[in-house]
């Protein structure tokens, strides 16, 4: 083997000790800034699984949970959309909102059952803010039944 396959052979063993580092940032705050086993992030299109030395990416977030894996326990996250950078064990997602599921609270779902209800037309962008309204509501009452 040559040096420079070892080196590599060896800080990979050295990233998979460490973990993956997950840092999740709002306008108002870092909300999370933890290592992690693995992650899940609510891709604007769908679930992305990410583990330790996974190639780089960005993408576009959805509404949806953010879930991560340590020790052995799933921590979980309620994600407002953003975007996300996969690089060198580093995930990075930035959103205009992120709430804990332990966070969620009945007055929180309260909240959302309000915004859902504010949108009364019948013209697209209404029936879109509606329904984009009704996701993030979906996505809190799982998240409280999860935690």
Same mark, same amino acid.
């Given at each position: 083997?040559?040096?420079?396959?070892?080196?590599?052979?060896?800080?990979?063993?050295?990233?998979?000790?460490?973990?993956?580092?997950?840092?999740?940032?709002?306008?108002?705050?870092?909300?999370?800034?933890e290592t992690a086993d693995a992650v899940v992030i609510p891709a604007?299109?769908?679930?992305? #699984?990410?583990? !330790?030395?996974? &190639?780089?990416?960005?993408? /576009?977030?959805?509404?949806?949970?953010? @879930?991560?894996?340590?020790?052995?326990?799933?921590?979980?996250?309620?994600i407002d959309g953003g975007f996300a950078q996969v690089h060198d064990?580093?995930?990075?997602?930035?959103? #205009?909102?992120? !709430?804990?599921? &332990?966070?969620?609270?009945? /007055?929180?779902?309260?909240?959302?059952? @309000?915004?859902?209800?504010?949108?009364?037309?019948?013209?697209?962008?209404?029936?879109?803010?509606?329904?984009?309204?009704?996701?993030?509501?979906?996505?809190?009452?799982?998240?409280?039944?999860?935690?």
């Amino acid at each position: 083997m040559t040096a420079w396959a070892l080196g590599r052979r060896s800080s990979s063993i050295v990233a998979a000790k460490k973990g993956i580092r997950c840092t999740v940032i709002t306008p108002e705050r870092r909300v999370l800034d933890e290592t992690a086993d693995a992650v899940v992030i609510p891709a604007h299109d769908g679930e992305l #699984g990410i583990l !330790v030395n996974r &190639a780089a990416l960005m993408c /576009e977030l959805g509404v949806g949970q953010f @879930r991560y894996q340590k020790g052995g326990q799933t921590r979980r996250m309620f994600i407002d959309g953003g975007f996300a950078q996969v690089h060198d064990n580093d995930v990075t997602v930035l959103t #205009g909102s992120a !709430v804990p599921a &332990a966070d969620i609270t009945p /007055e929180t779902l309260a909240e959302a059952e @309000r915004a859902v209800e504010e949108f009364r037309g019948h013209d697209p962008e209404t029936l879109e803010a509606r329904r984009h309204a009704q996701r993030r509501l979906s996505v809190l009452r799982a998240l409280q039944g999860a935690s």
